[in-house]
């Protein structure tokens, strides 16, 4: 279902501050489709907020927004793939979810974290719940 349309821009702002062991990240922008009639273009919006409880172990929160801006017109389906597919649905909405994790600061080259997602809205298009992992790796 991917691949047929015109493609997207994302503008967004993201920023990021520390206050001691505190941390704190926001992200807004747009995810804009070059075709409005096939795909759909959507806000997404994020706050993100870690606090170093021992050395190098950062528990986190983070909580993330997609609004619908304009609805595509490619799939009669009423769920719409927030940040990991574009279905084009003729019916998309808002969803808001928060994560739960920590990150682990294994040296000055490599980091590692986990979470967890769930949506706090009714709305959950394809977002039940979610893990995830990765592996930084920096030189």
Known sequence: MQGDGDG???LFASGPKTIGKLGLQANFGANLAFDGDHDSSMLHYSMHVDYEVFPNLYPL???NGYTKID???RTEIMVEGV???NFGSIDSGTVFTVAGGARYRIN???QFGAGYETPLTN???ILDWRTYVDLVLTY
Do not use: P, T, Y
Request: no cysteine.
């Open 123 to 125: 709305r959950k298009d």
């Open 71 to 73: 609805s595509g017109n």
């Open 61 to 63: 929160i983070e909580m």
């Open 83 to 85: 940040d990991l597919v």
């Open 108 to 110: 000055d080259h490599i």
């Open 8 to 10: 997207f821009i994302d």
